[in-house]
């Protein structure tokens, strides 16, 4: 995968984090300084203050590039590009971590009635997003791969053991893209490697995909900035804080695109359309426990908007609207801190 440095900037800035290394950078020896590398196409940062150590954080990498080099679309060898290749030929085996998380994409296919599609590959590589190819493809290109995406002819396969998973994707030309959920299945894998080394407060931010983990030693809560969509580099919208481990991912039509004609064309596609999601939605943030349902539901969220999400879905989310409006659940009333004014029109619901 590329390493997207413009991702560097962040959906997401961890106010905390920041203020929380200058104070024990200055004044504890023993604090291990954030590592920052990349993996899974992106900028990983990981800081387990107090409790970090080189051995932790060789550990916390390893997993990011092991869990890469399963899911790449991108690498030849991954288990993904395997099953990709053998599209309309036959089943492929696969790791189990790959079983798992194709599973769970489904799950969501089918609970966002396709509106989260794990087979939208063939789409993102017709239009190309972040990539040197990106174009706006026909309508007849279009027309011909829309039939090749759907989560339904996607056949899995449990076998009689952790070995034995196989993947199938039923027509030729078919392709799986995990792009929308593989970070949240690795801050998910972080969280669970931090709680075997009994880490006690810890932040991991994989690209924008965060994950807050455990409670701040000062019994101070987390408070996970979401950005401006309109100036993404500009003052920060709110934060959302909370005092226990949370997941907070955002989506957003400001994160990787291209502009032809005036017209924007971002990277979240509808899979019904074969065509960018195009709403009045400037970013959707869901916050979670479990990350890798944080990350499905903020892309299915895009797509469906806030009356459907709401309609279908319990989990906590924050719509920021083109307008600057604000939709958000209702247990996330008392969370959201307005960090710019003009984002204080906030509805609960
Ligand atoms: P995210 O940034 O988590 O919203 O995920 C966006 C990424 O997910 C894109 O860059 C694509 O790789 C992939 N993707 C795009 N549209 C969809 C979709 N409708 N369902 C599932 N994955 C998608
Ligand atoms: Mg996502």
């Not at 669970?192 to 924008?208: D, K, T």
Request: charged share 20%.
């Amino acid at each position: 995968m590329n390493l997207h440095l413009k991702e560097a900037a962040l959906a997401v800035f961890l106010l905390p984090a920041a203020l929380l290394l200058t104070v024990t950078i200055s004044c504890s020896k023993k604090t291990m300084p954030t590592r920052t590398q990349g993996a899974l196409g992106t900028v990983c940062s990981i800081n387990a203050f107090d409790d970090a150590s080189e051995g932790l954080y060789d550990e916390l990498f390893a997993r990011l590039n092991e869990i890469d080099e399963r899911f790449s679309a991108t690498r030849r060898d991954s288990d993904i590009s395997r099953v990709n290749a053998q599209a309309g030929i036959k089943a492929v085996a696969v790791h189990r971590d790959v079983y798992y998380v194709v599973q769970t994409a489904l799950n969501f296919a089918q609970k966002t009635d396709g509106a989260f599609d794990p087979t939208v590959g063939p789409l993102v590589k017709l239009w190309g997003i972040n990539t040197a190819d990106a174009r706006v493809p026909s309508q007849e290109e279009i027309d011909a791969v829309l039939p090749l995406v759907d989560w339904r002819m996607v056949q899995m396969d449990p076998g009689d053991g952790e070995t034995s998973k196989k993947i199938f994707l039923l027509q030729k030309g078919m392709s799986l893209d995990l792009g929308g959920i593989a970070k949240g299945y690795a801050a998910d894998e972080m969280a669970r490697i931090l709680g075997e080394h009994g880490v006690g407060q810890a932040i991991v931010n994989l690209g924008g995909n965060v994950y807050a983990y455990g409670s701040k030693k000062d019994g101070s809560n987390w408070r996970v900035a979401v950005k401006n969509p309109q100036e993404p580099l500009g003052k920060e919208a709110l934060a959302i804080n909370f005092a226990q481990s949370n997941s907070v991912v955002t989506s957003g039509a400001y994160e990787r695109f291209f502009e032809k004609d005036g017209v924007r064309y971002h990277h979240i596609i509808n899979p019904k359309t074969g065509y960018p999601e195009q709403n009045n939605i400037g970013s959707v943030t869901i916050v979670s426990r479990s990350s890798i349902q944080a990350d499905a539901l903020s892309t299915a969220a895009y797509i469906l908007g806030p009356t459907e999400y709401f309609k279908i879905e319990r989990t906590a989310a924050l719509f920021i609207l083109g307008d600057k409006s604000i939709k958000a659940s209702l247990q996330l009333a008392g969370n959201v801190e307005v960090l710019d004014g003009s984002f204080s029109n906030i509805v609960f619901r």
